[in-house]
């Protein structure tokens, strides 16, 4: 047998001896980031060892038939094993990937969740803003209201206070031109006593001086 291929049968026998354990082993680790490292070994560790069966493949077939033949049926035992740990080592990495993909839809359901949440209270805190700005305009309005209807009685009772003030001040003209009325009545009255007395006092003083002519001219005739 050649050495050159009993030396790559030794390492490839250590290597994948080395890989079952470690696959072995893979299966139970809980931490997500160690197990992805060690799947990343072993990955590695399955081309190094297909390098070596490719080694110990074309060193055989460069021997005698007979030792041909006997290291080629080896070899497709070798292959055999190593096609079988490869697919261990495939199942570790496909449920690894399945977790993640899982864990990443739960983080991106977890984050839409989130975001949709998140939209709904923006929505929510903009609604009751909106809410309180038609609250505040329904207010304003109201005290508007209000103080228009306080402007309107008060100029009503203004217009009320006018209107007595122009009824009182009409009354007082109405009396007055009625004292005026009577001033000119009793005006008119007294003048035509006086125009009365007038004539009367003309008639007294006429008798007087025909009286005093008479007795003159009495005396003097005597």
Not at 97 to 112: F, Q, R, V, Y
């Amino acid at each position: 047998m050649s050495e050159v291929f009993e030396g790559y049968e030794r390492q490839y026998c250590e290597l994948s001896t080395n890989l079952s354990r470690k696959c072995n082993a893979a299966g139970s680790i809980l931490d997500e980031e160690q197990k992805s490292k060690e799947i990343l070994e072993l990955q590695s560790g399955l081309d190094e060892a297909d390098v070596l069966i490719r080694k110990m493949d074309l060193e055989a077939r460069s021997l005698q038939p007979g030792v041909k033949a006997m290291l080629l049926a080896k070899l497709r035992e070798y292959k055999s094993d190593l096609t079988k740990l490869k697919r261990e080592v495939k199942k570790l990495a496909s449920a690894k990937s399945s977790l993640t993909a899982h864990e990443e839809l739960l983080e991106s359901g977890m984050a839409n969740a989130h975001m949709a949440s998140a939209d709904q209270r923006e929505r929510l805190t903009m609604s009751t803003e909106r809410l309180n700005q038609s609250s505040e305009r329904i207010k304003e309005s109201k005290r508007a209201v209000f103080e228009t209807e306080e402007l309107g009685v008060s100029i009503l009772q203004d217009l009320h206070q006018q209107r007595e003030t122009l009824l009182n001040s009409h009354a007082k003209l109405h009396g007055v031109d009625d004292a005026i009325d009577k001033s000119k009545k009793v005006l008119t009255s007294m003048s035509r006593r006086m125009s009365k007395n007038k004539w009367i006092l003309g008639s007294l003083i006429g008798a007087l001086v025909l009286a005093i002519i008479f007795i003159l001219y009495f005396k003097l005739s005597h």
